[in-house]
C-alpha cells in the first residue's frame, strides 16, 4: 500500500479553468487541439484550435447557457456526435458551474430518456444527428441553433466553484441493474495529477493522440483534461471508422503519445503494415478499459519497438494502477499504485486491515484520494456497498505480488466488460425478456475461443419460432451497441443454485464448442 495522498487542491477551483486558463495566458498561440475529420492518401480535413481560442469559445459558450437561465448546478445531458462542440459543450458547461453529463452516441432514445429522468437534467443540448426522445414539458431542448448561438455571446469568466462542488456526471452500469450516475467534482482533474507521470509519462512538447469519441470519458480525460493541463496538443479523430487512419495521422501529426483500448492495437496489428518507422513519432502507447494480454503487448513491441503501457481504473477515480516509463513493465500485470495513491486489498467478507502481498481480495482505494467520485446520484443503498470506513472498495479481485505489482483475478460481482464499457447482466437480460419468444434468458461473458471475450444471452425460448438474429435486432433497438449481445445461445434450461438464482459462471460451458458448431 502506498502512503496517503497530501496534495490537495485549493479551495476554490474549476476544473475547465484549470486545463485552460493558464495555458490560454501562458502561451494561447499554442496548438491546443487537432480535430481531423477526415484523412487518406491524398488530401484531409482538419481543424486547429489554440489555446486562447479554445478558452475564448469556451467562455462564450459558458456565458450563453447562463443566458439561457440554467442555473449552477443543474444538470445538462449532452446528446451530440463525435465532433469538437461536444467537448467545447462540456467546458463550457462546466466552466458555467452547471454539471454536463456526457453520453455515449451509442445510446438509445429509449436509454437517454431515462438516464434524463434519474438525472434531474434540466436541459439536452442535441445536434440533430441522433435520435432524441420525448422530452419532458420541463427539460429545455437545446437544438442545433441553439448551440450556434451559445458561441456567439460575450464570454464571462469561470464559475468560482468550490474544489468540492459537483463538476461533471456520468453514467455507468450498476450491480443492482440499471445504470447510476457517478458524480464527480471539481477536483476529479486535479486527482489525475498521478497519472501524468505514473502512466502518460508526459515530456514537453508530447501530441497525445486518442483514439476514441468526444463523448467517452476516456477521451475527455486521457485524452484532454490531461494534455491541456499541461500545455499539450491533443489530437482526436471524428471520421469514418478505418483502422489506416491512425497510423497515417500519427505520422502526419507528430503524435508522440498514443492512447486506446487493446482491442484497437490488436487489429492496427493485423490490419495495418506496422514498422518502427511507420510510427516514427511515437515514443508510447498507452491502453485501458480491458486487459492488456501479454501476447498482444509482445506482438506489439517486438513488430512497432514501442511499449504499450497499461493501466486499471474505474469510472469512480479513473485509472489508478499503471505501468509507465519510470514503472516497467511486468506482462499480465497492469502495473503499480501510481505514485501517492493509497491502494490496498482488503478482505473480501470485510474489514479495513489490508492483506499482505500474494493475498487476494478487493481492491481498495483511499477516500481521502482528491480523483475519487463525490458518491452515487441518489443511490444510497448502491453507495454503501461500496464505501467501507475510510476506503472505497470497487468489485475487482486481485493481490499485490512482493514486487508490488498488481495481479488482477476478475470481477467479485456479475458486471461484463464490453470494449472497455462495464455492463450489467440484469440489465441486458431485462431488455431482452420483453421479446415475445423468450422464456427466460440469462446474460453473461464468454469465451467462444481463447482471446476473445464477448457478451451472450442464453435463451429458453418460448415458442418454436424463436429466431436469434430477430433477438439481437430487437436488442438493438433498445440498447447501446456495446451492449447488445454479440451471440445468442437456445438452451433448455439455464443453470441455478438451489434458490433459483442464475450461476453465471456456469454460462461458459453452455457456449458450443467449434466442433459442434
Not at 485552460?20 to 480535430?35: E, Y
Not at 494534455?227 to 508522440?256: C, H, K, S
Not at 492496427?268 to 491502453?287: E, F, G, N, S, V
Amino acid at each position: 500500500m502506498t502512503g496517503y495522498m497530501a496534495d490537495l487542491p485549493p479551495a476554490r477551483f474549476n476544473l475547465a479553468r484549470y486545463c485552460l486558463d493558464r495555458q490560454a495566458r501562458a502561451h494561447g498561440d499554442r496548438t491546443a487541439l487537432i480535430v481531423v475529420n477526415r484523412i487518406d492518401e491524398t488530401s484531409e480535413d482538419v481543424e486547429r484550435w489554440t489555446f486562447a481560442a479554445i478558452d475564448e469559445r469556451i467562455r462564450r459558450m459558458a456565458a450563453g447557457l447562463a443566458g439561457a437561465g440554467l442555473a449552477p448546478g443543474e444538470r445538462l445531458f449532452i446528446r451530440m456526435g463525435n465532433s469538437a462542440d461536444y467537448a467545447f459543450l462540456f467546458f463550457a458547461a462546466n466552466a458555467a458551474g452547471l454539471v454536463p453529463i456526457p453520453a455515449s452516441a451509442m445510446l438509445s432514445a429509449e436509454e437517454v430518456s431515462r438516464l434524463i429522468a434519474d438525472s434531474g437534467a434540466s436541459a439536452i443540448a442535441w445536434d440533430g444527428s441522433l435520435a432524441l426522445p420525448d422530452l419532458p414539458s420541463d427539460v429545455r431542448l437545446i437544438d442545433p441553433q441553439g448551440i450556434a448561438a451559445l458561441a456567439r455571446c460575450e464570454p464571462v469568466d469561470y464559475a468560482d466553484t468550490a474544489a468540492d462542488d459537483p463538476a461533471f456526471l456520468i453514467y455507468t452500469s450498476g450491480t443492482l441493474g440499471a445504470p447510476k450516475g457517478v458524480l464527480h467534482a471539481q477536483r476529479a482533474v486535479w486527482g489525475r495529477r498521478p497519472m501524468y507521470r505514473g502512466w502518460e509519462g508526459f515530456e514537453d512538447g508530447d501530441v497525445m493522440l486518442h483514439a476514441g469519441a468526444f463523448n467517452w470519458t476516456y477521451t475527455l480525460g486521457v485524452g484532454l483534461f490531461d494534455p491541456w493541463a499541461n500545455g499539450l496538443t491533443a489530437i482526436v479523430y471524428t471520421g469514418e471508422r478505418d483502422i489506416a487512419v491512425w497510423p497515417r495521422i500519427v505520422a502526419r501529426f507528430g503524435a508522440t503519445i498514443m492512447a486506446a483500448v487493446p482491442t484497437l492495437y490488436r487489429q492496427m496489428l493485423k490490419y495495418c503494415d506496422l514498422t518502427p518507422a511507420a510510427l516514427a513519432p511515437l515514443r508510447h502507447a498507452l491502453t485501458a478499459g480491458e486487459a492488456l494480454p501479454a501476447t498482444l503487448l509482445e506482438h506489439w513491441h517486438e513488430t512497432t519497438g514501442r511499449m504499450l503501457y497499461e493501466a486499471l481504473g474505474m469510472s469512480e477515480i479513473s485509472t489508478y494502477i499503471s505501468s509507465a516509463p519510470s514503472v516497467p513493465v511486468k506482462p499480465g500485470a497492469p502495473g503499480k499504485p501510481q505514485p501517492g495513491r493509497a491502494v490496498a486489498i482488503l478482505p473480501v467478507e470485510g474489514g479495513e486491515d489490508p492483506l499482505p502481498p500474494g493475498e487476494a481480495g478487493l481492491i481498495a482505494v483511499h477516500r481521502s484520494d482528491p480523483g475519487l467520485m463525490l458518491g452515487y446520484w441518489n443511490r444510497p443503498d448502491e453507495e454503501a456497498l461500496v464505501y467501507r470506513g475510510n476506503w472505497f472498495v470497487g468489485g475487482d479481485v486481485a493481490h499485490f505480488d512482493e514486487d508490488g505489482y498488481l495481479w488482477f483475478e476478475g470481477r467479485n460481482d456479475d458486471l461484463m466488460n464490453a470494449f472497455g464499457y462495464r455492463v450489467s447482466p440484469l440489465e441486458v437480460e431485462s431488455v431482452l425478456e420483453r421479446h415475445r419468444d423468450v422464456a427466460e434468458v440469462a446474460v453473461g461473458e464468454v469465451s467462444p475461443r481463447a482471446g476473445l471475450s464477448i457478451v451472450a444471452a442464453f435463451v429458453v425460448a418460448r415458442t418454436d419460432r424463436f429466431d436469434p438474429e430477430d433477438l439481437m435486432a430487437f436488442a438493438a433497438e433498445h440498447l447501446a451497441a456495446y451492449k447488445t449481445p454479440r451471440a445468442v445461445f437456445a438452451v433448455k434450461a439455464l443453470p441455478r443454485n438451489p434458490n433459483g438464482k442464475i450461476r453465471r459462471k456456469d454460462l461458459q460451458r453452455l457456449v458450443p464448442s467449434r466442433e459442434d458448431a
